[in-house]
């Protein structure tokens, strides 16, 4: 397993920004790995929000087209998640996680193994 810290999080109002940051550790390249931001409102489901694959190839949930871009740097093993034009629904607590496969989805299924790595979280609150 992989050991992951977010950062980044914070409250803003609508409208505004706000990145996300995931940094990896633990003899490890994260180049071999699918990698993915999920979140998590009280009393609701994880659900994912974006992937980025280890060749780079991104995916995102519907909601967050557009506003919402990730991203890594493998030399720096740090995943980013860029939040523009918050809105109130995406207030939630954030999570990074790492999962070694070619494979990558945002659907949260393929994500339910022991074989994924996860972050402790970061909070975002927008209002």
């Known amino acids: 397993h992989v050991q992951l810290v977010e950062s980044g999080g914070g409250s803003v109002q609508a409208g505004e920004s706000l990145r996300l940051s995931c940094t990896a550790s633990?003899?490890?390249?994260?180049?071999?790995?699918?990698m993915g931001w999920f979140r998590q409102a009280p009393g609701k489901e994880r659900e994912g929000v974006a992937v980025i694959s280890r060749r780079g190839t991104t995916n995102y949930a519907d909601s967050v087209k557009g506003r919402l871009t990730i991203s890594k740097v493998n030399a720096e093993s740090t995943l980013y998640l860029q939040m523009n034009s918050l809105k109130p629904e995406d207030t939630a607590m954030y999570y990074c996680?790492?999962?070694?496969?070619?494979?990558?989805?945002?659907?949260?299924?393929?994500?339910?193994?022991?074989?994924?790595?996860w972050g402790q979280g970061t909070q975002v609150t927008v209002s």
């Open positions: 996680a790492a999962r070694r496969s070619s494979a990558c989805s945002h659907v949260y299924s393929y994500w339910r193994h022991n074989d994924v790595s």
């Open positions: 633990g003899c490890t390249h994260m180049s071999s790995f699918c």
